[in-house]
C-alpha cells in the first residue's frame, strides 16, 4: 500500500533509535538475540492457542523507506521482502540477516517514476518461481530464483490498457493467480492521474492458459488478498480511509469470484484511534486471517470476530508465515520484524 503515513522527520528520529539498538546487538549475521518491539493484546481467550502474548517481537532489520511483500521461501530457507519506494527486493536468512536480492525490482525505466515505483507483493509460485507485483513497470512478472533478471510478464494489459500499479496477488491450486490493482505507483498515485488508462481499481483472475479476466471493480483502492484453507472464498482487503473492511467473495465452480460481501469492518478500529488501514494479510490452517490493519496485525477468526492484534510500533503493511510455518515476519514500515507464534500458515 502506501509508504509515508508518518512525516520524514518522525522517521529519520525512529530510524536512528532503531538503528543504535540494532547495532548494538548485533555482533555477526547469525545472532542470538534481536532488539525487540510493540506489544501483542489479547482481546479474546480463543487467541491463547493461536499466539502467546508474551512472544517477542523481534526487529531484524531496520532502515527501509517503506517494508513489504514477504514471501518465504522453503527450499532456500530464506524470506525476501520489498521496500517499494527505494525499487529494490532484499533477502534476509538467518545465517547471513539482510542481503540485496534484486534492483531494480518493479521499475526498469529510467528517471524518476512516483514515490513508490517499486516491486511489492511477492509470492513463491507452484513452479518454485518468484512472481511480483510491480508498480512502475505495471505488470505481473515471473522469474527464476537463480536468475530474478530473466523475467517473464504473466499480466500487463487489460483489454488494451495498462494496469494500474499491481499490489499483490495469491495463486490458486488450481495454478490460477489473482491480484489487485490499486493506483498507488501511479506518479499521482490515482488523483488527477494522467497516466491512469483503467477507470477503476480491479480484481483481477490469470487462469492457467494465461487468460486475464475482471473479477470485481467494486473497491476503491483494493490492496491484500488471500484464500480461506479450502479456496472457496477468497478474502480482499480495502485501504480507503471512507470503507476499512476486508470482503470475502466466493470462489464459484468455473473459478471466477461470485457477489462479495463485508466479512470484518475495521471503521470501529480506527474510531479508536488505531492507526493503519487494511493491507497486505495471510490465513493460517485453522482460517484465522493475520491481517495487517488498524492497530497492526489483527488476528480475525473465520467467523468474523477480532481475537487479538500484534501491535508492532508503526504501520504495518504485509506478513508471511516462515520457517517452520509458526513463524509470522512482518514489514513494519521501516522494519522487518519476526514473533513467533503457535498457529501454522498455509502451505507448511
Same mark, same amino acid.
Given at each position: 500500500?502506501?509508504?509515508?503515513?508518518?512525516s520524514?522527520?518522525?522517521?529519520?528520529?525512529t530510524?536512528?533509535?532503531?538503528?543504535v539498538g540494532?547495532?548494538?546487538t548485533m555482533?555477526?549475521?547469525?545472532q542470538?538475540?534481536?532488539?525487540t518491539i510493540?506489544?501483542?493484546?489479547?482481546?479474546d481467550?480463543?487467541?491463547?492457542?493461536?499466539l502467546?502474548? =508474551?512472544?517477542?517481537?523481534?526487529i531484524?532489520g =531496520?532502515?527501509y523507506?517503506?517494508?513489504?511483500?514477504?514471501?518465504w521461501?522453503?527450499?532456500?530457507?530464506?524470506?525476501?521482502f520489498?521496500? +517499494?519506494?527505494e525499487?529494490?527486493i532484499h533477502k534476509?536468512?538467518?545465517?547471513?540477516?539482510?542481503?540485496?536480492f534484486?534492483?531494480?525490482?518493479g521499475?526498469t525505466?529510467?528517471?524518476? @517514476?512516483s514515490?513508490?515505483?517499486?516491486s511489492?507483493g511477492l509470492?513463491?509460485?507452484?513452479?518454485g518461481n518468484?512472481v511480483?507485483?510491480?508498480?512502475g513497470?505495471?505488470?505481473i512478472?515471473?522469474?527464476?530464483?537463480n536468475?530474478?533478471?530473466?523475467?517473464?510478464?504473466l499480466?500487463h494489459l487489460?483489454?488494451?490498457?495498462?494496469l494500474?500499479?499491481?499490489?499483490d496477488?495469491?495463486?490458486?491450486?488450481?495454478g490460477? @493467480?489473482f491480484?489487485t490493482?490499486?493506483?498507488?505507483?501511479l506518479?499521482g498515485r490515482g488523483k488527477?492521474?494522467?497516466a491512469?488508462e483503467i477507470?477503476f481499481?480491479?480484481? @483481477?483472475?490469470?487462469?492457467?492458459?494465461g487468460?486475464?479476466?475482471?473479477?470485481?471493480?467494486?473497491?476503491?483502492r483494493?490492496n491484500?488478498?488471500?484464500?480461506?484453507?479450502?479456496?472457496k472464498?477468497?478474502y480482499?482487503?480495502?485501504?480507503?480511509?471512507k470503507g476499512?473492511?476486508?470482503m470475502? @467473495?466466493p470462489?464459484?465452480?468455473?473459478?471466477?469470484?461470485? =457477489?462479495?460481501?463485508?466479512?470484518y469492518?475495521?471503521?470501529p478500529?480506527?474510531?479508536?484511534?488505531?492507526?493503519?488501514?487494511?493491507?497486505g494479510?495471510?490465513?493460517?490452517?485453522?482460517g484465522n486471517?493475520?491481517?495487517?490493519?488498524?492497530?497492526? +496485525?489483527?488476528?480475525?477468526s473465520?467467523?468474523?470476530?477480532l481475537?487479538g492484534r500484534?501491535?508492532?510500533?508503526s504501520a504495518?503493511?504485509?506478513?508471511?508465515?516462515?520457517?517452520d510455518?509458526?513463524t509470522l515476519?512482518?514489514?513494519?514500515?521501516?522494519?522487518l520484524?519476526r514473533?513467533?507464534t503457535?498457529?501454522?500458515?498455509l502451505?507448511?
Open positions: 500500500m502506501s509508504a509515508f503515513f508518518s520524514i522527520m518522525k522517521k529519520l528520529i530510524m536512528t533509535s532503531l538503528l540494532f547495532l548494538g555482533a555477526t549475521a547469525q542470538s538475540s534481536f532488539p510493540g506489544k501483542i493484546h489479547r482481546l481467550p480463543a487467541l491463547d492457542h493461536l502467546d502474548t =508474551t512472544s517477542k517481537i523481534e531484524l =531496520t532502515g523507506t517503506w517494508s513489504e511483500g514477504p514471501v521461501v522453503k527450499k532456500g530457507g530464506y524470506l525476501l520489498s521496500d +517499494v519506494p525499487n529494490v534476509w536468512s538467518a545465517a547471513k540477516g539482510i542481503e540485496e534484486l534492483r531494480p525490482s521499475y525505466g529510467t528517471g524518476i @517514476y514515490e513508490e515505483p517499486g511489492n509470492i513463491i509460485n507452484k513452479k518468484l511480483s507485483c510491480e508498480h513497470d505495471r505488470r512478472a515471473e522469474m527464476p530464483l536468475r530474478p533478471d530473466k523475467k517473464k510478464t499480466a487489460f483489454e488494451g490498457k495498462k494500474n500499479s499491481p499490489n496477488l495469491v495463486q490458486k491450486s488450481s490460477d @493467480y491480484f490493482d490499486p493506483p498507488y505507483g506518479p488527477d492521474e494522467p491512469k477507470p481499481q480491479g480484481v @483481477y483472475r490469470i487462469d492457467t492458459k487468460k486475464l479476466t475482471l473479477q470485481a471493480k467494486d473497491l476503491a483494493p491484500g488478498l488471500a484464500f480461506s484453507p479450502d479456496e472464498i477468497l480482499v482487503g480495502q485501504s480507503d480511509m476499512l473492511i476486508w470475502a @467473495y470462489v464459484n465452480p468455473d473459478g471466477n469470484l461470485g =457477489t462479495g460481501k463485508v466479512f469492518d475495521a471503521g478500529l480506527a474510531k479508536k484511534g488505531w492507526k493503519g488501514a487494511p493491507d494479510f495471510k490465513v493460517d490452517k485453522e486471517l493475520w491481517a495487517t490493519g488498524p492497530g497492526g +496485525v489483527l488476528i480475525i473465520p467467523e468474523g470476530k481475537l500484534i501491535e508492532a510500533g504495518t503493511a504485509n506478513c508471511a508465515f516462515g520457517e510455518g509458526k515476519f512482518i514489514t513494519a514500515d521501516m522494519n520484524l514473533v513467533k503457535k498457529a501454522t500458515g502451505g507448511f
